[in-house]
């Protein structure tokens, strides 16, 4: 639900079970379209950078 363009979670991105019928829609804060998988994949590939760039804590 987080915008990967702009990072805000803008009142127009899909919300709750309801929001699983919405595949595609517009960030209201920097106007982007997103495709609502490949949006989550864009931000899980963010989250994995930053926590490499910091590094990974060994066990």
């Known amino acids: 639900q ?3 363009c ?3 979670i803008p009142s ?4 709750g079970r309801s ?13 982007a379209e997103h495709d609502r998988d490949i949006n989550a994949a864009m931000n899980i590939l963010a ?3 930053r926590r490499l760039a910091v590094g990974i ?3």
């Open 6 to 8: 702009c990072g805000v």
């Open 12 to 15: 127009s991105s899909p919300k």
């Open 47 to 49: 989250a994995g950078h």
């Open 19 to 31: 929001g699983l019928r919405i595949r595609e829609w517009t960030c209201s804060e920097c106007g």
């Open 57 to 59: 804590p060994v066990l």
């Open 2 to 4: 987080t915008c990967s």
